[in-house]
């Protein structure tokens, strides 16, 4: 019998998955161990490899999601052809509904019959995946032995006719001559439509407030500069700000861990690891990847660590390890020179910390006029979990280790 070839479950988390691309061709033979698709989770894309050698089919085409364990693809052994998918048909008895006229009338009397069919296993398993009923197969005219192929092309039909049903008026004139007509469309699915799920789902069930402080960052721009003009001597890497952010973060956590904890049931859990998730904007899409046990490491192992999850989320080869476990966050706009904004906290956290742009003023100091930068920071956090002054007073100690940039070195 021709080998499955499933949607692997990639973390404990995940629930399903979308296959992005085929790297394998429809036909082509494959060896075990070999590379032959792409799937993406909600956070990164992985390959899926044959477990046997033989030649590849493929059931599903690529660009849908489907659950986890979903057959995606068969590999035929040696001696085995595409009949020997199609070779064992399951037979279902339907009653299918008919309209007879009347000879003596218009009218239009209903009658039922059983009407058998037969459905290969992978049909059946391809109906299945798309959401294609045997109503659905019967509608269409199809009957005797159903494969695959009859499936996919009454599911596109009913995706179609679907659609027009979901968006009448979108499809009740041309759009070619007018000043709306639509660019492009991006499927909220993949990762896009994953974000969104959850992103949605934080946002109505935590009761998110945000507090916004400024603090003085001269110390903190001085340190990095001078770290980052004697990388050979200290033996690290160019520091960037995000890591220094990490540091300051995490070190204050240590003393506030309500503020590392999550909502699980109807019970707060203060959790004992502080696991840093930074957000990366990648070519795919936002991506946080995180800096475990980052209390522990000093701001050098925590440059290094933090650079090379960076260059591997960028050219999309994260590791599912790099993505998950994370019990707070760090989002940094100030590249794009954004001052205050209200991030959204991350699923099973309590907070996330927003970073702007640094912004300079002018302060008088010991009756001298100084220059300062200045550094705005934003705190979201559940209101369920934490009260408005706790929060106020961690936020408040990270203020202060940024100022005080020179102790994050110890």
């Avoid at 759009?175 to 991006?186: C, Q």
């Avoid at 340190?223 to 540091?247: C, G, M, P, W």
């Avoid at 990648?282 to 701001?299: H, M, Q, S, Y």
Wanted: aromatic share 4%.
């Amino acid at each position: 019998m021709p080998k499955d070839v499933v949607m692997p479950k990639a973390s404990l988390t995940m629930t399903e998955g979308t296959l992005t691309e085929w790297i394998k061709k429809d036909g082509e033979e494959v060896k075990a161990g070999e590379e032959i698709a792409l799937i993406e989770t909600d956070k990164v894309v992985l390959p899926v490899e044959a477990e046997t050698a033989g030649t590849l089919v493929h059931a599903l085409e690529k660009g849908q999601m489907v659950p986890v364990a979903t057959i995606i693809g068969y590999i035929l052994f040696p001696g085995e052809d595409r009949n020997s998918i199609e070779q064992i048909f399951e037979s279902d008895s339907v009653e299918k509904e008919e309209h007879i006229s009347s000879p003596l009338s218009q009218k239009q009397n209903k009658t039922s019959q059983k009407v058998e069919v037969k459905v290969s296993p992978l049909a059946r398993k391809v109906a299945k995946d798309l959401g294609v009923e045997m109503e659905d197969l019967l509608a269409a005219g199809l009957q005797g032995k159903i494969s695959a192929e009859d499936v996919k092309r009454v599911a596109k039909a009913k995706e179609k006719l679907d659609e027009i049903y979901k968006h009448p008026a979108e499809t009740s004139f041309d759009l070619s001559n007018s000043s709306g007509t639509i660019l492009n469309v991006v499927p909220l699915s993949g990762v896009r439509g994953l974000i969104a799920n959850r992103m949605s789902a934080s946002a109505q069930t935590s009761a998110a407030v945000t507090l916004h402080t400024v603090t003085d960052a001269s110390s903190l721009i001085r340190i990095r500069a001078l770290l980052n003009d004697h990388i050979d001597e200290i033996n690290s890497q160019k520091t960037s700000y995000d890591a220094i952010f990490v540091r300051a973060v995490a070190l204050s956590l240590r003393n506030h861990r309500r503020l590392n904890s999550r909502m699980f049931e109807n019970r707060i859990e203060e959790l004992s690891p502080i696991h840093i998730a930074v957000a990366v904007d990648t070519p795919r899409e936002l991506c946080t990847v995180v800096i475990k046990d980052a209390d522990k490491k000093p701001l050098n192992e925590i440059t290094k660590e933090l650079n090379a999850l960076v260059v591997r989320a960028l050219e999309g080869k994260s590791q599912i390890e790099d993505l998950e476990g994370s019990t707070f966050s760090i989002t940094n706009l100030g590249m794009y020179n954004i001052t205050d904004f209200t991030p959204i906290i991350l699923p099973n956290q309590c907070a996330i910390l927003g970073i702007g742009a640094f912004t300079q003023i002018l302060d008088l100091h010991n009756e001298h006029i100084v220059q300062k930068q200045m550094l705005p920071l934003s705190l979201t956090f559940d209101h369920r979990i934490v009260d408005g002054a706790p929060a106020a007073r961690f936020l408040k100690e990270v203020s202060d280790r940024i100022r005080d940039a020179e102790l994050l070195l110890l």
